[in-house]
Nanobody, 116 residues
Framework: QVQLVESGGGLVQPGGSLRLSCATSGFFFSSYVMSWYRQAPGKERELVAN????????NYADSVKGRFTISRDNAKNTVYLQMNSLKPEDTAVYVC?????????WGQGTQVTVSS
């Protein structure tokens, strides 16, 4: 059974930091490209960052470059998103995604709210 379970979301003040985790099971994690997406109310889902299966290549949305860092631990089947200098416009549900071959798996998401 494939599972992607996000954690680490919450309420944070502008300028603060959060670290999201996505713990996975049920598939060969180290063969999959892992991504973080987010969806704010009334907006389309957008790609925040992704990381190659080996962790050597990373891509970021322009809106988060220099503030967010994606990483993965293939021994723990987990992908992370370190978010610094958070802004109110970062408020969204953050969702973990795994893509490999014909397969595309999604987590349930974790809420991140940036507000004073």
């Amino acid at each position: 059974q494939v599972q992607l379970v996000e954690s680490g979301g919450g309420l944070v003040q502008p300028g603060g930091s959060l670290r999201l985790s996505c713990a996975t099971s049920g598939f060969f994690f180290s063969s999959y490209v892992m991504s973080w997406y987010r969806q704010a109310p009334g907006k389309e889902r957008e790609l925040v960052a992704n990381i190659s299966s080996t962790g050597t290549r990373r891509n970021y949305a322009d809106s988060v470059k220099g503030r967010f860092t994606i990483s993965r631990d293939n021994a723990k089947n987990t992908v992370y998103l370190q978010m610094n200098s958070l802004k109110p416009e970062d408020t969204a549900v953050y969702v973990c995604n795994a893509k490999g071959g014909f397969f595309n798996f999604w987590g349930q998401g974790t809420q991140v709210t940036v507000s004073s």
